[in-house]
């Protein structure tokens, strides 16, 4: 069975950072470019950040950069997204995303909170 499974959101502060985990199952991991997508009610899922097999990041969108990293533990079959100095509008659901050659797939997405 393919699969991702995400974790690690929650409530933090304006400023404060969080580190969001993506376990994947049912697929070669190592072979696989893998992204960090987000979305909010009402708006359009938009792409976070990417890597590729090799852990050659691709991707970082502009709200992003310098704020957050995408790496990947091959051995654990497992990409990270850590954040900091997070701000209310990073606040979405927070979804992995592995692309297969048939096609992408999605986890669950975990829910990430920046307020005070």
């Known amino acids: 069975q393919v699969q991702l499974v995400e974790s690690g959101g929650g409530l933090v502060q304006p400023g404060g950072s969080l580190r969001l985990s993506c376990a994947a199952s049912?697929?070669?991991?190592?072979?696989?470019?893998m992204s960090w997508y987000r979305q909010t009610p009402g708006k359009e899922r938009e792409l976070v950040a990417a890597?590729?097999?090799?852990?050659?990041?691709?991707t970082y969108a502009d709200s992003v950069k310098e704020r957050c990293t995408i790496f990947r533990d091959n051995a654990k079959n497992t990409v990270y997204l850590q954040m900091s100095s997070l701000k209310a509008e990073d606040t979405a659901v927070y979804y992995c995303?592995?692309?297969?050659?048939?096609?992408?797939?999605w986890g669950q997405g975990t829910q990430v909170t920046v307020s005070s």
């Open positions: 049912g697929f070669t991991f190592s072979n696989v470019r």
């Open positions: 995303n592995a692309r297969l050659t048939f096609g992408s797939i």
């Open positions: 890597i590729t097999s090799s852990g050659v990041v691709t």
